[in-house]
């Protein structure tokens, strides 16, 4: 795809929308809620299950088959298929997009969601677009959470809807405003993706970059200086949206080119625990904070790792590391049967 095709579609802010896209995200919304309502039918792998749609969607959010792409039609008379429906498709089948808007997925998240979806079954169908040039294979426009989920819980097939949107700018930008829309997209992923825009070619500069997206060249110029980061430290922060916003994750960034990975982990870590705000990081990243941390006693070093302990659920207390010889256990609200218990323990295992 030449640069200039792929940079068409942007020519609105993420946070708004024209009449057109507006319409696609209306029509793939309203579809997402007659699968949540409509009854249960038995499904077959690949075979198109008609969903019951009401006459008035039928007319106002169907897509039309006058517009749709030569490729789509003949792949949708091939199976029978009516836009709207629902079908089972082996997750085999299924791959990530290419400009899948999302980078990061946690692992936490996954997990849990597949726990869900093993005890209640999928509920929302996912968003697929046929791999014409691969038939019987799909990508994922919308759903990849889902996905990894349902691989996660050891399911064999997805229910899914089959779109018409080439891969590319179009399927991208419906991603995106999906994912804008549910606060799901991160900094973090576009920090990459853009990169890899970039770096492939698909704009020729920032600012042409940032001109389609419709986004200040500096917002572009954090997102892209975030990009420098290690994945292991963006992962990181990933996992805590509320803490890393675009300033924060800017100044770990700043940090980081000043004192590399592990003194990076350590500064995470830091945030977190002692709860530090972004004009704090940024003074610690300037220096200025240096000599009050040096002059702390080596009683209040800083631990490099916390470990939090539960019985029956309920928090108890801590264990931390220190360097490479110091362990702390704090724990109380014990019954004095569990804390000589946990004594005896310790005991056993120093002999």
Known sequence: MKPSQFAKGFQARPDTTSSEKRTALDRLNAIDGLVRN??????????????????????????????????????????????????????KTIKPSPFNPRYFYVKSSIAELAVNLAKQGQQQAIHVIPDYDNPG???????????????????????AIVIDLPIGIQSYKLGYDLNVQRDSQTVFDNAV??????????FQSQKELAEHLGLDESTIAVALSIAKLPEPVMQEMVARPDRFGSNMA??????????????????????????????????????????????????????????????????????????????????????????????????????
């Open 193 to 202: 993706v853009w990169r890899r825009f970039l770096d492939e070619r698909h």
């Open 38 to 91: 409509e009854p249960k039918t038995p499904t077959t792998v690949g075979r198109p299950i008609p969903a019951v749609i009401p006459s008035s969607l039928q007319d106002a959010e169907m897509p039309d088959p006058a517009n749709e792409s030569a490729a789509y039609r003949a792949w949708r008379l091939e199976h029978g298929y009516r836009p709207g429906q629902v079908i089972e498709l082996a997750l």
């Open 250 to 351: 800017y100044q770990v960034g700043r940090y980081h080119s000043a004192r590399g990975a592990d003194a990076t982990l350590r500064l995470i870590n830091r945030i977190l625990s002692d709860d530090l705000s972004t004009r704090q990081v940024a003074d610690i990243v300037k220096g200025r904070a240096t000599a009050q941390e040096s002059a702390k006693p080596a009683g209040r070093q800083r631990y490099a790792q916390r470990l939090e302990i539960k019985l029956g659920g309920v928090s108890v207390g801590d264990l931390k590391s220190y360097g490479e010889d110091r362990l702390e256990l704090r724990l109380k609200g014990l019954t004095r049967e569990k804390r000589d218990e946990i004594l005896l323990q310790i005991e056993k295992m120093l002999k």
């Open 137 to 159: 294979t799909y990508f994922v426009s919308d759903g990849g959470r889902r996905v990894r989920a349902l691989k996660e819980a050891n399911k064999e097939s997805v229910k």
